[in-house]
């Protein structure tokens, strides 16, 4: 189902948001003061338009109320990250606000003003990092809950034509305390892959488990 997303501010975190919302089939409108930014964003969203987003008279104009979403990704201008959300949320009553935050204090305020989802995204980003910095293998990282989370890794070469059975992947209790819950193949994924599915140079796998585990997968 396809939303109507107001992405504003594009700073580096905001034109990647705006850029992928639109590409996989959302109608996104991209705000920023700055015109050269928003020139930028033509082609890459559906509507770019320069303003201020503090302003209640422009997020009027530009139709802010037929938007189901919002993503404020305002960076370190706090006080305008803030007041557009209070804009957003209790003037224009835009149903889900997600909004960027660069400290702890400015989440509490966004959380606290009415944004529905606050994100970290260097913080966010460090973490991933950290967990990927002395293992090649590991192209991403997720945490969920309790030392829990996902891990993205290419498929070392050493398991390359062996069974997921057969590489200890099949299940959580095998030989690296972590389940594959899908291949990438290409193109196309394989969700919840059998214990015979045969691993190919190029697989991409999605692992869950423990934290520790995955930080042993491949280094064994």
């Known amino acids: 189902m396809a939303h109507q997303v107001a992405v504003i501010g594009m700073g580096r975190f905001g034109m990647s948001l705006a850029h992928e919302l639109y590409r996989i089939g959302h109608d996104v409108l991209a705000v920023d003061r700055d015109e050269s930014l928003t020139q930028m964003m033509m082609g890459q969203v559906t509507y770019s338009v320069t303003g201020d987003s503090t302003s209640m008279e422009f997020l009027e104009e530009v139709g802010i109320r037929n938007f189901d979403t919002a993503a404020v990704a305002i960076g370190t201008d706090i ?8 804009l957003l ?16 204090i400015h989440g509490k305020t966004l959380s606290a003003v009415g944004a529905d989802r606050v994100v970290y995204p260097e913080q966010e980003t460090g973490v ?3 967990h990927s910095l002395f293992q090649r293998d590991v192209l ?28 200890g992947l099949s299940t959580a209790r095998d030989k690296y305390g972590a389940a594959v ?16 599915e045969v691993l190919q140079e190029g697989d991409l796998l999605i692992l869950a488990g423990r934290e520790d585990t995955l930080e042993r997968f491949g280094l064994q």
């Open 140 to 167: 991403e990282y997720m945490e969920l809950a309790g030392g829990f989370g996902f891990s993205k890794v290419n498929v070392p070469q050493e398991m390359t034509g062996l069974s997921l059975e057969r590489a």
């Open 181 to 196: 819950v899908a291949i990438r193949r290409g193109r196309e994924p394989i969700l919840s892959p059998s214990k015979d």
């Open 79 to 86: 006080q305008s990250s803030v007041l557009t959300t209070v």
């Open 128 to 130: 991933r990092s950290a």
């Open 89 to 104: 949320k209790q003037t224009f009553e835009v149903p889900q606000v997600m909004a960027r935050a660069i400290s702890d």
